[in-house]
C-alpha cells in the first residue's frame, strides 16, 4: 500500500524551481495581491504538470489566461488540461472553477496548500500508472491525507478518485 507523503514547501519550491525558464515579471498594471511564494515560483518557472489535475501556468500564460476571464476579485493560477481553472481570490484562498457546470468552489486552502495537494495528487498519478485501480485503503489513506493539509480538503477536493 502507498503512504501518502504531504511535502513542505521548501521541498516542493525545489523541485517546481527545475523547470527554470526565462525570468517573466507580471505587468506593473496588474493590480492583484499574489501571494509571495506565487510570484516567486511562476516568474522563473516554465508552466508545469505537477499533476493530472495540476498545471500551474507561468506568468506569462497566467497573463493570457487571466485575459480570458477578465475578473477582478480573482486571479486564474492554474488549470488541469480539461477545461478546470484554479483561482485565488484577493485574500489567498484557492477555488476551482469547474468548466463542466461553470460554478467556482471555495477550496478553503492557500497557495501553498495547493501546492501540498497537487504533490499528493502527484503520488497518486504514479500509483495509478503502476496499478491501474485505487483499493479503498488507499482512497481512505489519499483523503486522509488530503485532510492532514486542511481539515475539509478530502471533502472539498472536486475530483473522484
Not at 476579485?73 to 469547474?98: E, H, I, K, M, P
Not at 497557495?111 to 495528487?121: C, G, N, S, T
Request: one cysteine or more.
Amino acid at each position: 500500500m502507498i503512504s501518502f507523503k504531504i511535502r513542505s514547501i521548501e521541498e516542493i519550491e525545489i523541485e517546481i524551481l527545475k523547470a527554470k525558464g526565462n525570468v517573466q515579471n507580471f505587468p506593473k498594471i496588474i493590480d492583484f495581491p499574489f501571494p509571495e511564494h506565487y510570484k516567486k515560483l511562476v516568474s522563473v518557472i516554465k508552466t508545469t504538470e505537477i499533476a493530472s489535475e495540476a498545471i500551474l501556468y507561468n506568468a506569462v500564460e497566467a497573463v493570457n489566461e487571466n485575459k480570458e476571464y477578465a475578473l477582478s476579485d480573482s486571479w486564474c493560477f492554474a488549470g488541469n488540461g480539461q477545461g478546470d481553472r484554479w483561482f485565488l481570490d484577493r485574500s489567498g484562498t484557492v477555488f476551482f472553477y469547474n468548466h463542466d457546470d461553470e460554478k467556482s468552489e471555495p477550496m478553503n486552502i492557500s497557495f501553498e496548500e495547493w501546492l501540498q495537494m497537487a504533490f499528493i495528487v502527484q503520488q497518486l498519478d504514479f500509483y495509478l500508472d503502476e496499478y491501474d485501480e485505487v483499493s479503498e485503503p488507499v482512497r481512505q489513506n489519499f483523503y486522509d491525507t488530503l485532510n492532514a493539509i486542511h481539515p475539509q480538503l478530502g471533502e472539498n477536493y472536486p475530483f473522484i478518485v
